[in-house]
């Protein structure tokens, strides 16, 4: 049975200025997000996945860009209609957010454990001092910093870069909002930190049931903790699914090169790896029709994919994806891997 | 076999601080290294940020002097040698770096950038310059256009086929893919692989990404705090880790496969890397080690084969690892 | 935008295309037409804008000056620019005992005021228009030499330098071949900025009859010669005075300008690697 939507994401379209007119950075993209979950999204670099949250959280950058259409609702109330004063009651409350770079996130003339007692003087109105300050030191003991205490009249330059990770989990989680957004949460540090941030992570979610919208480029990170994962490519969403599934049985051929690519540590070296023809398309010079053609294995010269922009459609239960050809692809990736066994013999 | 470069004993030390009466703090970013690596081989050396394997890079290559040990390329040691004679050495060995945004000057066209090397030593042919643009796939017409109009993964092309120039026997790769999207990745891995065996090329591949320095390298050495741990071939390191560092490093890269993601077991290390300017005694991964032991505060363990021949660790109680917790 | 190339195409217009028309003679005397007010009519003689106390026409001295004092601004900002970069570089590139002296020298030069420093020096030599363009140039390096030395401390650490030091560069050729060409366009804007200082300082010590010598015109010395008969016909100082002012406010707003621009050419040159986001 499915957890009631928390998050509804609907034909969200979000507009770059740019020097030759408006562009758009995301493309008409729904999605929901359930109680509870982990809900991945993936893509590489300007595939659109940071600024899908932004417009999310109402953090775009103004001037720049806009919310060209579409809807966000949280528990069915309209964000996107709030005012800003009702917007900043919501964020940090039940919606909040966790960035990639500790560093510049974090104020650094201000101490760790005010900023967090700041977060949670914001929302919880009427606590004492001492009570806020003993909430805070609470939070980072929870987080796992040692001597919470101590470190809560410590600076950011004094923490590490794992601990300033978990520094803003606690900032994050201070009001138990009912939705982490984490963005790339563990990009900038070492794999062992990684490790130990993606448990706290994973802590902090048992004990609150927070959902979590996690955005990353890494696909062991969101095999590892996501129930369920959007593939973003050029703006749109590529692939959607259970996890298992998208991993498994992919269903875009953008999703099969981009697992295809992977070195990996859990199966046998072969000598080439699969790589996907060609560069990513930037903000200007998107191709018409399908955004993924000019690299597509599938492609095989048919025009539809130049002409019309394929609809995220369901392919198979709970499984939806973007391709005119999504069927083929299955038959695709069999005859590939036998084109390949055939040429290493 | 030969041997292509041979680092006996390397120490690169920085001081920190001092004056005004207080006491300079020694750095030892790099701290006794010795490895070496056979013509046309590669060796992936990993490890993870502040471990000295970028500032071991640099001292073979001559950016940075070493503090003391040697450097052979090829049976010659590059610092007893006088300074004219290491310059003539120099095209021999060379080096593409992780950010391909500033490893290219951005005012020089691409031609320029790939001829320089050339330029440089005197021996400019545009001819050359043409091959070397087509070795790494980058079409001629590129070459009149700045490194602003390309994304990093050509921009790593470039700066391959600028390291290629000179026809250099040994390449040092330092993180060469690490700043790069996924697919695009793959093209440059891809790309390295072929070009080392159509040239017989030797890498020192430094990186922090265990998936791709096992699937790059033939054999693996793994840096912790200045030294190594850990060295071996590939199936070595990575079928049967011996050090504990290896083993929850390896554990704690995530698996692109949701299957069995339960039951994986990981080992999560304790705390942070410690101060490298204030190690802790003995082995210096015993404060993060989930085996440490009093043995391991008092006694440095030395680097020597312990599980298998050719297969080294430091590290008292060297073996496959046994769960604890 | 509008305001620096309005004034700059008026000053432009006075010292390039004047001379080209049919005007007086600057160095033409003529006493019994002294000081002529703007638009008087004295006889069959009119002066758009006036005489000086030898019946010699403004306009036409004017434009003169302003190529004088042009010249010397130019010349002199060109010099300092050579100076500056060269040294900075040095001192950037090499650090150590070269950067110590260098820089060691630059504090040196700036802790005696430049206009002491000026008149001290031209009382030696003897004030000429070449003494006074290298002495303005000399004297006004350590603005380039320490931008230039704080470029170079960066540029050497970057990747593109590094690598081709392991192709056997030199460094000289490192600092024609990587340094230069990147510091170059922030040099240039700090030189529009010195462009302002050096003409009003052009201007202060022909004013003090220490730069220009008569009967050549510059802008300072016009001033200076109109102050003596301030209170019969203040047009000899004030259109000099004017002049100058378009001219070191239209370099300056111009110069603000480019730095706008140069500070995004600069953040596109040194943009920094993103890990995919």
Known sequence: ?345 | ?325 | MWVASFLLSAVMLLIVVMPLLPIYDPYGQDLSYGLMAPFEHDGDKFSILGTDFLGRDLLSRLALAGRVSLIIAVSAVFISLVIGVALGLVAGFFRGIAENLIMGFADLQLSIPRVLLLIAVTAVVGSSVLNLTILLGVTSWVSYGRVARAMAMSLREREFVLSAVTQGASPLWNMWKHLLPNVLPQMLIVGSFELGQVITLEASLSYLGLGVQPPLPSWGLMISEGQQYLAINPWMSIFPGLCIFMLVAGVQFLSQRFTKEGDQDLKMATRWSKKPA
């Open chain 1, 1 to 345: 049975m499915m957890a009631d939507v928390i998050l509804s994401v609907r034909d969200l379209t979000v507009e770059f200025q740019t020097p030759d007119g408006p562009k758009r950075a995301v493309d008409n993209i729904s999605f929901d997000v359930h109680e509870h979950e982990v809900f991945g999204v993936v893509g590489e670099s300007g595939s659109g996945k940071s600024v899908t949250m932004l417009a999310v959280m109402g953090l775009l950058p103004q001037g720049q860009a806009r919310i060209a259409g579409g809807e966000v609702k949280f528990r069915g109330k309209s964000l996107l209609d709030l005012d800003t004063e009702g917007l900043r009651a919501i964020r940090g409350k039940h919606l909040s957010m966790i960035f990639q770079d500790p560093m510049t996130s974090l104020n650094p003339v201000i101490k760790i454990g005010s900023q967090i007692a700041e977060a949670i003087g914001l929302h919880q109105k009427g606590l004492s001092r001492s009570a806020i300050r003993d909430r805070a030191v609470e939070l980072l003991g929870s987080v796992g910093v040692p001597n919470p205490g101590r470190r809560f009249d410590q600076y950011p330059h004094e923490f590490s870069g794992g601990m300033r990770q978990r520094a803003m989990i606690a900032m994050a989680i201070a009001n138990d909002p009912s939705i982490l957004i984490a963005d790339e949460p563990t990009t900038a540090l070492d794999v062992t930190i990684q490790a130990q941030v993606m448990e706290v992570l994973a802590s902090v979610r048992e004990r609150t049931g927070a959902a979590m919208i996690l955005i990353t480029h890494d696909l062991g990170l969101v095999a590892e903790t996501a129930d369920r994962v959007a593939v973003m490519y050029g703006g749109r969403v590529a692939e959607l699914a259970g996890v298992d599934e998208i991993f498994a049985e992919p269903r875009h051929p953008y999703t099969v090169g981009l697992l295809a690519s992977l070195p990996r540590l859990d199966a046998s070296s072969s000598e080439q790896l699969y790589s996907i023809p060609g560069q990513p398309p930037g903000l200007r010079g998107r191709p018409s029709g399908c955004v993924f053609n000019p690299r597509c294995g599938l492609k095989r010269g048919r025009e539809r994919c130049e002409t019309e922009v394929p609809a995220l459609r369901e392919v198979a239960p709970a499984h939806a994806a973007a391709c005119h050809f999504s069927e083929e692809v299955g038959d695709w990736v069999r005859e590939v891997a036998a084109a390949k066994r055939e040429a290493a013999l």
């Open chain 2, 1 to 325: 076999m030969t041997d292509m470069l041979r680092v006996t004993d390397l120490h690169k030390h920085f001081r920190l601080g001092g004056g005004f009466g207080r006491r300079a703090e020694i750095l030892r970013a790099v701290n006794g290294v010795s490895f070496s690596i056979a013509k046309g081989e590669t060796l992936g050396l990993v490890g993870e940020s502040g471990c000295g394997k970028s500032t071991l890079g640099r001292a073979i290559l001559g950016l940075q002097k070493p503090t003391s040990g040697s450097v052979e390329l090829d049976g010659k040691d590059l610092l007893a040698m006088t300074k004219a004679e290491r310059q003539r050495q120099r095209p021999r060995m060379q080096v593409v770096f992780q950010d391909p945004y500033a490893s290219l000057d951005p005012r020089m066209s691409v031609h320029d950038i790939v001829a320089e090397p050339l330029r440089i030593n005197g021996v400019y042919r545009e001819a050359r310059v043409k091959e070397m643009l087509d070795c790494v796939g980058l079409r001629p017409e590129m070459a009149d256009q700045k490194p602003a109009q390309f994304s990093g993964g050509q921009r790593q092309r470039i700066a391959i086929a600028r390291a290629l120039a000179l026809g250099p026997e040994l390449i040092i790769l330092d993180e060469p893919v690490s700043a790069l999207d996924v697919s695009i990745q793959a093209q440059v891995i891809n790309l390295l692989m072929r070009l080392q065996k159509e040239m017989g090329l030797t890498y020192l591949f430094v990186a922090h990404d265990l998936s791709v320095v096992r699937h790059i390298s033939h054999r693996v050495a793994v840096m912790y705090l200045g030294k190594i741990v850990e060295m071996g071939t590939r199936d070595q390191v990575f079928g049967a880790p011996a050090h504990p560092y290896t083993q929850s490093l390896l554990s704690a890269v995530p698996v692109p496969d949701p299957k069995g993601r339960e039951t994986r077991g990981r080992i999560v290390l304790k705390g942070d890397l410690p101060n490298p300017a204030n190690p802790p005694s003995g082995c210096a991964f015993r404060t993060r080690c989930f085996k440490a032991q009093a043995r391991c505060a008092e006694e440095v363990p030395e680097l020597v084969d312990r599980t298998a021949p050719g297969h080294a660790s430091a590290c008292h109680f060297a073996g496959i690892h046994t769960k604890v917790c």
